[in-house]
């Protein structure tokens, strides 16, 4: 085996201690143990859970995503702390269930009708909503939660992707509605499931139904009957009228004879996707820019020059059998193996010495090139849309709306953070910031 950097582990008890002393910096120390081990992979034991095996080696990830697929399902104690909420959704599953949902998914995502359809539900949303409302924010020279426009700007475009309706979250005079609220109560409370030291007390609570496991039930029950009145009141609007618009997935998947609870647990893993992975990336990346001005200035540059052109987690397996990854670690028959995307983004056995500097020309062949070619650098590299034949179908969507955006603020407004303390980072199903991100918005004068 390997020479793994392990956390401090007790007789019985495991690393129960060091994860109580680190629970509120779990990413970091991670990334730490991560760092000094000499294969980038560690070992954990804890109180009630199968042994771990934690790795931000790429060469082991392509092996659990790729070479050894099978092997390396998400298994039922993932499958567990989602599977409230996402039921049978295709992130919540393995096997045939997890191979027809994908095809049946991929088919739909590859078809130009969609892709259109993504994109002129975009150009509406950012024209006619997300713009007009940052002019406000800078003619009143009122100070907005940034990460809270983007999330309501994201659940505004995905549910009329997703369901071709629209809950109109980015009108700030209307009060959020009960399913964001939900949607969100029963999204944190499922993250703490996976971070929870010992698992037993979660569970516990749920055999139970007291505390939180109460609350997440009571959320994923308003959630899953939302979502099932929204579908069978589209399913009776296809009766009606036969000759109807089907440009949403919803109707696609409804078109095609799909059972509800089917389509139910597909449209909330939709909406999960779409929703809180966009939005989580462009306030982080408004908050770079802000700190780092060159870049934006670099970033500006770029968008100008397009002016008069159309502006179009930790994730775990489970070893069915025995296995050893490349870096030589054991992986024992039912073992919970995951690979740690936070940490490979921070390794400087992958990025080099200057890994934690925002240097957005790194990613070109020449740095300093004003449109220089793109590297070609691996998905077992940093996995943010997994890789291998789980890679996220939404990946080029995603790319889509985040650009859109980004270029249609940058070439109107400057975005100027309120607040210089460092923010602090939330790892709940995606990198929430904590209170979120404080802004004013200036008009942006291109030379």
Known sequence: MSSNTEPRSYPFLGSLISFYKNQYRLLDWYTELLSESPCQTIVVSRLGARR????????????????NFNNFPKGKPFTEILGDLLGCGIFNVDGELWSTQRKLASHEFNTKSLREFVVKSLHEEVENRLLPLLEEAML????????????????DTVSKVSFGQDPCCLDLSRPVPPLVKAFDSA????????????FLVWKMKRAFNIGSEKKLKQAVQFVHGCVLEIIRNKKRALEVETSAETEDLLSRLLSAGHDEEVVRDMMISFIMAGRDTT??????????????????????????????????????????????????????KG??????????????ELWGKDRLEF???????????????????????????????????????????????????????????????????VPLLTAHMAGGLKVVVRRRELK
């Open 335 to 348: 073992d919970r193996v995951t690979y740690f995307p936070y940490g490979m983004g921070r390794m400087e």
């Open 140 to 155: 009143t020279e009122k100070v907005i939660d940034f990460q809270d426009v983007l999330r309501r700007f994201a659940f």
């Open 279 to 332: 939005s989580s990336a462009l306030t982080w990346l408004f908050w770079l820019l802000s700190k780092h001005p060159n870049a934006e200035k670099m970033m500006v540059k770029e968008v100008k020059s397009m002016v008069g052109n159309d502006e179009k987690r930790l994730d775990f397996q489970h070893a069915v059998n025995d296995d050893v990854l490349p870096d030589g670690t054991f992986v024992g």
């Open 187 to 198: 999204s944190e409370i499922s993250a703490m499931r996976g971070m929870a030291p010992v």
């Open 359 to 425: 240097k957005p020309d790194r990613w070109f062949e020449e740095p300093g090139a004003e449109h220089g070619l793109l590297k070609a650098v691996s998905a077992f590299n940093f996995p943010v849309f997994q890789a291998g034949p789980r890679v996220c179908l939404g990946k080029e969507m995603a790319f889509i709306q985040m650009k859109y955006v980004v270029a249609s603020i940058l070439r109107r407004f400057e975005i100027r953070v309120v607040c210089q303390e460092e923010p602090v980072l």
């Open 52 to 67: 771990t095996v934690v790795t931000a080696n790429p060469a082991n990830v392509e092996h659990m995503l790729k070479t």
